[in-house]
């Protein structure tokens, strides 16, 4: 059973270029939650979706980043006119249910840098 | 709010020797609290988990952890450090509006040395 899968592990974009993430959850996973991590910091909860619904994301900034998962195919993170602050790792996690009995699987990451 | 404060970016231990990572909370509800790992350049793997049950937790390659309400505490503890164990450490709290709406630590960098 495959693990968490994102691509790219690597992105490089130009300032003012758009960036996408994918993320394809374990299968059988129905939830799938984006996470930032910026430099020497922790994991900050960005959005948290299932089946063609955003169902928390409040953690997301308030422009120029999108999230969307689907019917069909991966979850996507878009972030428009990126800008140099956006350089990150960006983690998905899948998990069956939101429950404390299903914890977070997580994925190797996107690593974004922005030049 | 829940928050998670880690003490010590970094700890160093030499092999065989305790690893203690402190991790303390700060919950309005009863908490669920998490240890995670992160070796370079992979995402987090799940240590253990406590869930209201048990309050001395086990988790895999010899890790455990012991919740301590009183003291607000969620300290990772292994008896016996191996080389393998270097990597980061994350504790996190289950976030209002969800089970896994985590809320991390800054993370521990353990550094191992022969």
């Known amino acids: 059973n495959a693990g968490v899968m994102q691509n790219p592990r690597h992105l490089v974009r130009r300032r003012g270029q758009e960036a996408r993430l994918r993320c394809s959850p374990m299968?059988?996973?129905?939830?799938v939650y984006w996470y930032r991590q910026l430099p020497e910091e922790g994991l900050k909860f960005m959005v948290y979706?299932?089946?063609?619904?955003?169902?928390?994301e409040s953690g997301m900034p308030k422009e120029r980043f999108s999230a969307e998962f689907p019917k069909e195919g991966p979850s996507i993170l878009r972030i428009q006119q990126v800008v140099r602050g956006d350089s990150a790792a960006y983690f998905c996690?899948?998990?069956?249910?939101?429950?404390?009995?299903?914890?977070?699987?997580f994925g190797n990451g996107t690593r974004l840098t922005v030049t | 709010a829940q928050s998670v404060t880690q003490l010590g970016s970094h700890v160093s231990v030499s092999e065989g020797a305790l690893v203690l990572l402190r991790c303390n909370y700060s919950s309005s509800v009863p908490p669920y609290l998490f240890w995670y790992v992160q070796y370079p350049n992979q995402g987090l793997q799940l240590l253990l988990k406590?869930?209201?049950?048990?309050?001395l937790v086990k988790g895999i390659n010899g890790f455990e952890a012991e919740f301590k309400k009183s003291e607000t505490s969620f300290h990772l503890t292994k008896p016996s450090a191996h080389m393998s164990d270097a990597a980061e450490y994350f504790c996190?709290?289950?976030?209002?509006?969800?089970?896994?709406?985590?809320?991390f630590g800054a993370g521990t960098r353990l550094a191992v040395h022969p």
């Open positions: 406590y869930t209201s049950a048990a309050t």
């Open positions: 996690a899948s998990s069956p249910e939101d429950s404390y009995n299903s914890p977070l699987h």
């Open positions: 299968k059988g996973h129905s939830h």
């Open positions: 996190a709290v289950s976030g209002a509006g969800g089970y896994n709406k985590l809320i």
């Open positions: 979706l299932q089946k063609e619904n955003i169902i928390d």
